[in-house]
Nanobody, 116 residues
Framework: QVQLVESGGGLVQPGGSLRLSCAAA????????MAWYRQAPGKEREWVAYITIAGRTDYADSVKGRFTISRDNAKNTVYLQMNSLKPEDTAVYYC??????????WGQGTQVTVSP
């Protein structure tokens, strides 16, 4: 069982905000760039944002300017601050290393639902 534990999801209205957290095993977190991915119903899992060990970030065009990824190296935790949420952001959100290959497995994810 890969040690990636996501939390912080929930139901929020359009325009609202959520902050996701992901606690990772130190063996994963300390040597990897980290990222958030999401999978909407009936769609492939997609990359959302990544942060390098040094703190450099990049975002998918669909979330640029609305989401912010960060990491706390002392806590082996990566965060995703999501603002101005839209219904199309509804998905299960996962954290994992970046790039994803070779794969190490997935955590359980956290559900984000954006609905009036």
């Amino acid at each position: 069982q890969v040690q990636l534990v996501e939390s912080g999801g929930g139901l929020v209205q359009p325009g609202g905000s959520l902050r996701l957290s992901c606690a990772a095993a130190r063996t994963i977190f300390s040597i990897n760039h980290m990222a958030w991915y999401r999978q909407a119903p009936g769609k492939e899992r997609e990359w959302v944002a990544y942060i390098t060990i040094a703190g450099r970030t990049d975002y998918a065009d669909s979330v640029k300017g609305r989401f912010t990824i960060s990491r706390d190296n002392a806590k082996n935790t990566v965060y995703l601050q999501m603002n101005s949420l839209k219904p199309e952001d509804t998905a299960v959100y996962y954290c994992n290393k970046y790039p994803i290959y070779p794969q190490i497995g997935w955590g359980q994810g956290t559900q984000v639902t954006v609905s009036p």
